[in-house]
C-alpha cells in the first residue's frame, strides 16, 4: 500500500510526471526523426557540392532546413511564435487571423447543432412513431461519411451566392447535432422507472416530468456528447475550409502549405488546431462539471 | 371514436387536390391521382382502427405516391399548380399517420413485430426519397443545388465500372490496410499500457486528448511522405483509428469486476489466462465500440486525404474533381457508394458483436 499523500503530491505522481515523461518522450522523439528524415536531402545536397559533410554539421543543419520533411519542434514553435505575436491579428499572414476565422464558424456550427440534437432528442423521447422510424436512420447516417462531401457542400452553396462563414457552419451543424441526438436520447431516458412512477403518484405532467426528472438527469450525457460535438465541429470547420480557394482558416493554412511545399506552415497550423480543440473540449468540460454539481451530480 | 387533426387536414387538403387545378398536360393520372389520395383521406378519417383499414391506408396512399411521381413529367412546360402541392401535403400527412398507425399496431406474433420494427424505418426512408423526388422536380430546384434521387440512380447505373475502381481503391486498398493495422496497433499498445501503470497515466490523457484532434488535417503531411498512392491514405487512417482503439480498450480491460479478478487468482491463473479469459471478454463491449467508430473514420480519413493528392482514381479524387465540373450527380452517387459502404461495414461488425458478446445484458431478452 502506498502511504497518504497531500492531494496536491498525488495529483503530481499520477499524473503531472507520467503525462511530462511522456511529452518529454514524444518531444525527443519528434528531433531524432526529424534528424534521420531530414538528413538524406543534406547528404544529397553535400555529395552535389562534391563534399562530405561533418556529423555536427550535419545535425545543425537538419534542424534549420527551410522545407524539411519533418521539421524539428523548435523550428513549429518558431512559426508559431512568429505568426501570433509578431504580426498584427488582422494580417493575412497571421495564425491568429486564420484561427479566428475557424474559431468563429466552428461555434456556430456547435451551437446549431448542439441546439437540433436536443430538440431531435426532446422529440424522439416524446414520439413513439420518431423513436422508431427516424432513430435508426440517426444511426444510420453516423456511418455516413459526411466530412467527405463537405466541400461538395461548400461549393454548391457558393454556386447558389451562400457564402462565408454560413456555410461551414452548416458543415459543423451537421457533424455535431449526431453525437448530441443520441447522447441526449439515452440521457433523458436515464431516469430509472421508479423515479417516472414516482411522478406519476405526484401527478406530474409531461413538461413537469421534462423540466423537473428528464432533462436534470439528462445534464451529464449532455456534456459528455457536447465535448465530442465541439471537437468534431473542428474538424468540419477545418475539412470546410479545404475547397474555398484556400482564402481564410486553418484549414485554408494547410492547403496553402501543402501546395508550395511549406511544412513548417503546416505543422504550425496542426499545432494551432490541436491546442484550439484541447481548450474547447476543457472548456466545455470545465462548465460541464460545474453544472453537474450543481445539479447534484456525484462523481 | 377520436379523430386525429392531421387526418381532417389531409382530408381537406385531399378536397383541393380534387377541386384546384394541378397544372401540367393532364393525363391519366392526373385524373386518378386526387381521387385515390382523397379515398385514402376518407378511410384515414372514416373507417375505424383496425388491421384492415391501416392496410387500406398504407396501400392506397403508395398507390397515390407513385401516381405523383408519375405525373412529374407532364410538367416540363409549366411548373404544378397549387392542386398539386395540396395533394403532396396531403399524402405527406397520410403516409405520416400511417407510420404512426403502424407503430402503435399490436401484434401478438414475436416474427411479425420484427417485420414491423423493420418496415418503420424502410417506410420512412422511402418517403423521404419520395418527397425529396417530388419537392425538387416540383418546384424545379437546379439540379446542381440538389439532383432529384432518379437522376442520381441512373448515374449510378450508368458508371459502375468508374464507381467499382473508385471504391477499391479508396475502400478495399487505403481504407481497409490502414484500418486493420490501425486497430491491431491500437489493440497491441492497450495491453501494453494496461500492463505499465506509468504509462496509463501517462498516454491516456495523451491519447484522450488525440482522439479529440483534427486528425485528418495530417493528411497533407502523410500524402509529402508517403507520395500519393494508397498507402499514404492508410497511413493517414492508420493515426485516425489508432487512439480510439487505444482508448477504448484500455477502458474495456478495467471492465471485469474486483470479485471477477479475485475469484480468478483464487484459481491460481497466470497473467495471461486472466487476460484472456476474463479480461478480454470483458473488454468486448468496449473494443467492439471503438471497431464502429473506426469504421466511419476509416472511409473520412480515406476520402478527405484523397483530396491532397492521389492518382486519377478513388472517392476522394472523383467528388472532389466531379464537383470542380459541377457534375453534381456523380457526387452523389458517390455518396451513395461510401453511404452504402459506411453502413455495411458498421452493420457487419454489429452482427459479429451480437456473436462474441452474446452474453451482454443489452442482447438478452
Known amino acids: 500500500m502506498t502511504e497518504a499523500r497531500g492531494p496536491i503530491v498525488q495529483f503530481c505522481f499520477d499524473r503531472v510526471i507520467p503525462v511530462g515523461t511522456i511529452l518529454l518522450v514524444i518531444i525527443a522523439l519528434w528531433y531524432v526523426f526529424s534528424v534521420v528524415l531530414n538528413a538524406p536531402f543534406e547528404r544529397d545536397q553535400a555529395a552535389r557540392a562534391g563534399t562530405t559533410i561533418a556529423t555536427s554539421q550535419l545535425l545543425h543543419n537538419t534542424m534549420w532546413q527551410e522545407r524539411p520533411v519533418l521539421p524539428a519542434p523548435h523550428q513549429v514553435a518558431e512559426e508559431i511564435r512568429k505568426t501570433v505575436f509578431d504580426l498584427r491579428p488582422t494580417s493575412k499572414r497571421s495564425l491568429v487571423y486564420h484561427g479566428a476565422v475557424t474559431l468563429s464558424s466552428t461555434l456556430l456550427g456547435f451551437v446549431l447543432g448542439t441546439l437540433l440534437g436536443i430538440l431531435l432528442a426532446v422529440a424522439i423521447v416524446h414520439s413513439r412513431t420518431l423513436d422508431k422510424s427516424l432513430m435508426p436512420w440517426i444511426i444510420t447516417s453516423q456511418t455516413v461519411p459526411i466530412l467527405a462531401i463537405a466541400p461538395m457542400i461548400i461549393v454548391v452553396l457558393n454556386a447558389v451566392n451562400i457564402t462565408g462563414l454560413l456555410p461551414k457552419a452548416i458543415i459543423s451543424t451537421y457533424l455535431s447535432f449526431f453525437p448530441v441526438a443520441v447522447g441526449m436520447v439515452k440521457g433523458l431516458r436515464s431516469p430509472e422507472i421508479m423515479h417516472l412512477d414516482l411522478m406519476r403518484t405526484y401527478n406530474a405532467s409531461r413538461s413537469q416530468i421534462f423540466w423537473k426528472l428528464r432533462w436534470p438527469a439528462s445534464m451529464p450525457y449532455l456534456f459528455t456528447s457536447m ?73 | 371514436m377520436k379523430r386525429s387533426p392531421l387526418a381532417i387536414l389531409s382530408l381537406l387538403l385531399a378536397l383541393g387536390g380534387l377541386i384546384l387545378p394541378a397544372g401540367g398536360d393532364g393525363g391519366v393520372l392526373a385524373q386518378m391521382a386526387p381521387t385515390v389520395i382523397f379515398v385514402a383521406a376518407a378511410v384515414a378519417v372514416f373507417v375505424a382502427r383496425s388491421t384492415f383499414s391501416l392496410v387500406a391506408l398504407l396501400l392506397l396512399v403508395h398507390v397515390g405516391a407513385f401516381m405523383l411521381l408519375g405525373m412529374l413529367s407532364s410538367f416540363a412546360a409549366a411548373p404544378p399548380l397549387l392542386g398539386y402541392w395540396c395533394m403532396v401535403v396531403a399524402a405527406w400527412l397520410l403516409a405520416w399517420l400511417a407510420v404512426q398507425r403502424l407503430a402503435e399496431f399490436t401484434v401478438t406474433s414475436r416474427q411479425l413485430q420484427k417485420l414491423v420494427n423493420l418496415a418503420l424505418p424502410l417506410l420512412f426512408g422511402a418517403w423521404l426519397l419520395i418527397l425529396w423526388e417530388l419537392v425538387v422536380r416540383g418546384f424545379g430546384v437546379p439540379t446542381i443545388l440538389l439532383p432529384p434521387p432518379s437522376m442520381i440512380a441512373s448515374r449510378i447505373a450508368a458508371s459502375v465500372p468508374t464507381l467499382w475502381a473508385d471504391f477499391q481503391q479508396t475502400y478495399l486498398k487505403a481504407a481497409l490496410a490502414g484500418y486493420a493495422m490501425g486497430c491491431g496497433a491500437g489493440f497491441v499498445a492497450a495491453i501494453i499500457v494496461d500492463r505499465v501503470p506509468f504509462l496509463r497515466n501517462g498516454l491516456l490523457p495523451i491519447g484522450n486528448l488525440v482522439a ?74 468496449f473494443i467492439f465500440n471503438a471497431l464502429k467508430i473506426n469504421s466511419t473514420l476509416a472511409l473520412i480519413g480515406a476520402i478527405v486525404a484523397e483530396f491532397f493528392g492521389s492518382p486519377i482514381v478513388g472517392m476522394g479524387f472523383r467528388i472532389s474533381a466531379e464537383v470542380g ?21 458498421y452493420g457487419l461488425i454489429t452482427l459479429v458483436e451480437r456473436a462474441v458478446t452474446f452474453w451482454h445484458p443489452s442482447y438478452r431478452t
Do not use: H
Open chain 2, 325 to 345: 465540373r459541377m457534375n453534381v450527380d456523380m457526387v452523389w452517387a458517390e455518396i451513395f457508394v461510401a453511404a452504402l459502404a459506411g453502413s455495411l461495414s
Open chain 1, 227 to 299: 465535448k465530442i460535438a465541439v471537437a468534431i465541429s473542428l474538424v468540419g470547420a477545418i475539412v470546410g475550409e479545404l475547397p474555398t480557394g484556400a482564402v481564410a482558416g486553418i484549414g485554408a493554412r494547410l492547403l496553402a502549405g501543402s501546395y508550395y511545399g511549406q511544412t513548417v506552415q503546416i505543422w504550425a497550423a496542426l499545432i494551432a488546431a490541436a491546442l484550439m480543440a484541447a481548450v474547447l473540449v476543457s472548456l466545455i468540460g470545465i462548465v460541464g462539471s460545474l453544472v453537474n454539481r450543481r445539479m447534484g451530480v456525484r462523481s
Open chain 2, 212 to 285: 479529440a484532434l483534427p486528425v485528418v488535417g495530417i493528411a497533407p503531411i502523410m500524402v509529402m511522405w508517403f507520395g500519393s498512392y494508397w498507402q499514404s491514405k492508410a497511413a493517414v487512417v492508420v493515426i485516425m483509428t489508432f487512439f480510439p482503439m487505444l482508448v477504448n480498450t484500455v477502458a474495456g480491460l478495467a471492465a471485469s469486476g474486483a470479485m471477477e479478478r479475485d475469484l480468478m487468482r483464487t484459481y491460481g491463473s497466470s497473467y495471461w489466462q486472466t487476460l484472456v479469459k476474463l479480461r478480454l471478454p470483458a473488454a468486448m463491449p
